[in-house]
């Protein structure tokens, strides 16, 4: 079992993966496209996932220097920034972007303990979440999701799929985060109509996080599988 700085850097590779990937996808059309602040081109979805990388490298980098921690709670201004200053740049420069991005996350993995990486708020109270936490989901998990969802837009339910699949696959060794993962996968499936996936997978996300047992009772994206025996007797 690789150590937990080799899988953080693992899952950071395999999300530049699926992005380079996405990328040799497209047709001329899609990578020259100008989308609108309703619906994103790929050149705006992935700046703004750039950005907000470049965010958690920025808010990592003054927690361990021991700065002042940047503020990124007004997210809507914040995207909408990103979506401006973004827009007439060429798909190779945003892309150079995330290159970018992608060095800095490796650069603090490296530069930090084990200890430091896993303990919650270990270099500010104005940051509960684990370095781990903060590195996965706005380098890994973030990322995933926009990639499925664009695919989606494409049509393409089976690399949506596949590519979800595989993100969830590739947090199996961290259990912390595992769980929380199958339970974004069941709602996926069930966003995309793929009902039997879906509760299977929500029935053993709930066993890894009972935690979200109330929350899933509520979630919007679980609305579509309401209706089922199957679902009602998870809370029966």
């Known amino acids: 079992m690789a150590d937990l700085k080799t899988r953080l850097i693992q899952l950071l590779d395999l999300s530049r993966s699926f992005q380079r990937q996405l990328i040799a996808d497209l047709d001329p059309a899609e990578r020259t496209a100008t989308g609108t602040w309703e619906e994103w081109s790929i050149k705006d979805e992935l700046a703004h996932i750039i950005a907000w990388q470049a965010n958690s490298v920025a808010r990592i980098a003054a927690q361990i220097h021991a700065e002042t921690v940047p503020d990124f709670s007004d997210y ?7 979506y401006n200053t973004n827009h007439d740049r060429s798909l190779a420069d945003i892309a150079a972007d995330g290159d970018r991005a992608h060095a800095e996350f490796i650069k603090l993995i490296t530069a930090v303990s084990e200890d430091d990486l896993i303990q919650p708020a270990r270099f500010s109270d104005q940051e509960k979440r684990s370095l781990v936490e903060m590195i996965v989901g706005n380098g890994f ?37 595992y769980g929380a993962a199958r339970y974004n996968l069941a709602c996926f499936y069930a966003l995309s ?38 679902y009602q007797a998870l809370y029966s």
Do not use: C, F
Request: overall charge negative.
């Open 76 to 82: 809507e201004s914040i995207n909408r920034a990103v």
């Open 141 to 177: 998990e973030h990322p995933t999701l926009h990639y499925a969802n664009y695919y989606l837009r494409r049509g393409d339910l089976t690399r949506a799929t596949q590519l979800q699949e595989t993100s969830v696959t590739a947090l199996a060794e961290m259990p912390t985060l």
């Open 193 to 230: 109509g793929q009902n039997e996936k879906a509760m299977n997978e929500l029935r053993e996300a709930l066993q890894l996080r009972p935690d979200l047992l109330e929350w899933s009772k509520q979630d919007a994206d679980l609305a579509t599988l309401r209706h089922l025996p199957a």
